[in-house]
């Protein structure tokens, strides 16, 4: 029996987050065992008057070439792709497989030349994704509720639905009004984030970060690129980054479990880095070109709907009273300038005696921010 709430998704995607009009091109990039929903994002597609471009592939194809194809292979960018990353007006991503941990066994130096070769196709959609009138690409990723990532997240099948929906506010009558309610209360936090110098964050158990930020601007995550949504991001200054950040949750990266991560940087670059699992991974990543060291993203998590780590960074990145800071790529949108074929973004959790100054002024304290027009923990949506 199909989930009325799929299509409740799918017309949130479509005519909130990306706003597909008649005549629109719109990518839908999914692995086959989230056909159900792609068929529902198809429909409201339809329905508006836009022209579906079908991705649909199984999930096995990246582990197939990881193992079995040649070096020149794994770096191999299309012609096609960048053609088509080039000329869609919408992309919708979703993500969803059988097996979350199919790569876990790939060599991680097969891995970093997969990565490596996205990084041309990342360029022309990140190039796209900030550009202003009818050469911008409106874009968003969603989550299918699958077993596999129930599994990850120790939730049944039925567990695991119900919290992404609800997290996605797909509980109530409304969801975009909802979301629209929540891009005011963002705008406020990032408005006093725009004017902010520094912004250092302090965890007990070894974390004292300090992110220079002057003149970068703090984007408001409200369902458009992201869905569920629930962050205010920016890309710091890219060599002020100064002090040591101790993970509280394992880092997942291409299906690869990295935990226990703690990395001390200077001067913006990770000067030294450690894991109590998969560290050779780790560096292998970090170490696949000149941006992989150095932080492409600095983020708060504002979404209070979603109280515990999945496994799922999509989620787990937007945990409200969090924050997540991401080696890598950044996106020129904010004003930062690093390139990689890198974005991996990693949470620490601020409920347990957190605190965030920005430019020595306390704004949050234990995962909850000081001032009340902020994004708050049972705030009515």
């Given at each position: 029996m199909?989930?009325?709430?799929?299509?409740?998704?799918?017309?949130?995607l479509?005519?909130?987050?990306?706003?597909?009009?008649?005549?629109?091109?719109?990518?839908?990039?999914?692995?086959?065992?989230?056909?159900?929903?792609?068929?529902?994002?198809?429909?409201?597609?339809?329905?508006?008057?836009?022209?579906?471009?079908?991705?649909?592939?199984?999930?096995?194809?990246?582990?197939?070439?990881?193992?079995?194809?040649?070096?020149?292979?794994?770096?191999?960018?299309?012609?096609?792709a960048?053609?088509?990353?080039?000329?869609?007006?919408?992309?919708?991503?979703?993500?969803?497989?059988?097996?979350?941990?199919?790569?876990?066994?790939?060599?991680?130096?097969?891995?970093?030349?997969?990565?490596?070769?996205?990084?041309?196709?990342?360029?022309?959609?990140?190039?796209?994704?900030?550009?202003?009138?009818?050469?911008?690409?409106?874009?968003?990723?969603?989550?299918f509720?699958?077993?596999?990532?129930?599994?990850?997240?120790?939730?049944?099948?039925?567990?695991?639905e119900?919290?992404?929906?609800?997290?996605?506010?797909?509980?109530?009558?409304?969801?975009?009004?909802?979301?629209?309610?929540?891009?005011?209360?963002?705008?406020?936090?990032?408005?006093?984030?725009?004017?902010?110098?520094?912004?250092?964050?302090?965890?007990?158990?070894?974390t004292?970060?300090?992110?220079?930020?002057?003149?970068?601007?703090?984007?408001?995550?409200?369902?458009?690129?992201?869905?569920?949504?629930?962050?205010?991001?920016?890309?710091?200054i890219?060599?002020?980054?100064?002090?040591?950040?101790?993970?509280?949750?394992?880092?997942?990266?291409?299906?690869?479990?990295?935990?226990?991560?703690?990395?001390?940087?200077?001067?913006?670059?990770?000067?030294?880095?450690?894991?109590?699992?998969?560290?050779?991974?780790?560096?292998?990543?970090?170490?696949?070109?000149?941006?992989?060291?150095?932080?492409?993203?600095?983020?708060?998590?504002?979404?209070?709907?979603?109280?515990?780590?999945?496994?799922?960074?999509?989620?787990?990145?937007?945990?409200?009273?969090?924050?997540?800071?991401?080696?890598?790529?950044?996106?020129?949108?904010?004003?930062?300038?690093?390139?990689?074929?890198?974005?991996?973004?990693?949470?620490c959790?601020?409920?347990?005696?957190?605190?965030?100054?920005?430019?020595?002024?306390?704004?949050?304290?234990?995962?909850?921010?000081?001032?009340?027009?902020?994004?708050?923990?049972?705030?009515?949506?």
């Amino acid at each position: 029996m199909s989930d009325s709430r799929l299509d409740k998704l799918a017309s949130v995607l479509v005519k909130y987050s990306t706003a597909v009009k008649k005549d629109d091109v719109v990518q839908i990039r999914g692995n086959s065992v989230a056909e159900p929903l792609i068929l529902a994002i198809v429909r409201a597609v339809v329905k508006a008057g836009g022209h579906p471009l079908i991705r649909m592939a199984p999930g096995e194809v990246a582990e197939i070439l990881c193992k079995h194809g040649s070096d020149e292979q794994l770096t191999y960018v299309s012609p096609l792709a960048r053609r088509e990353f080039s000329t869609i007006d919408v992309s919708i991503g979703i993500w969803a497989d059988r097996n979350t941990k199919s790569m876990s066994n790939v060599d991680p130096r097969k891995q970093q030349l997969l990565s490596k070769a996205r990084k041309p196709i990342l360029d022309i959609f990140l190039k796209r994704a900030s550009a202003k009138g009818k050469d911008k690409l409106r874009w968003t990723g969603t989550q299918f509720p699958c077993s596999a990532s129930a599994q990850d997240a120790e939730m049944s099948l039925a567990e695991y639905e119900d919290f992404v929906y609800t997290a996605g506010l797909l509980h109530l009558p409304n969801p975009a009004a909802a979301w629209k309610r929540i891009h005011v209360a963002q705008q406020r936090l990032a408005d006093v984030l725009n004017k902010a110098r520094e912004v250092r964050f302090v965890v007990p158990g070894g974390t004292d970060l300090r992110v220079g930020v002057k003149g970068r601007k703090w984007i408001n995550c409200s369902g458009h690129e992201n869905f569920p949504d629930g962050e205010v991001f920016t890309g710091p200054i890219e060599d002020a980054t100064e002090g040591t950040v101790h993970y509280t949750y394992p880092a997942v990266h291409g299906g690869r479990e990295v935990q226990d991560v703690v990395l001390t940087f200077k001067a913006g670059k990770v000067v030294d880095a450690r894991a109590g699992k998969n560290e050779a991974f780790l560096f292998k990543m970090m170490d696949q070109d000149r941006g992989g060291r150095i932080l492409g993203e600095i983020a708060f998590g504002t979404n209070y709907s979603i109280k515990r780590f999945t496994r799922n960074t999509l989620f787990d990145e937007k945990i409200g009273g969090t924050f997540h800071a991401a080696l890598g790529m950044a996106y020129p949108e904010t004003g930062a300038k690093n390139k990689s074929g890198l974005h991996w973004d990693m949470v620490c959790d601020l409920r347990k005696g957190g605190q965030v100054e920005v430019d020595g002024k306390v704004i949050s304290k234990n995962g909850r921010f000081l001032n009340s027009r902020f994004p708050q923990p049972g705030r009515k949506r």
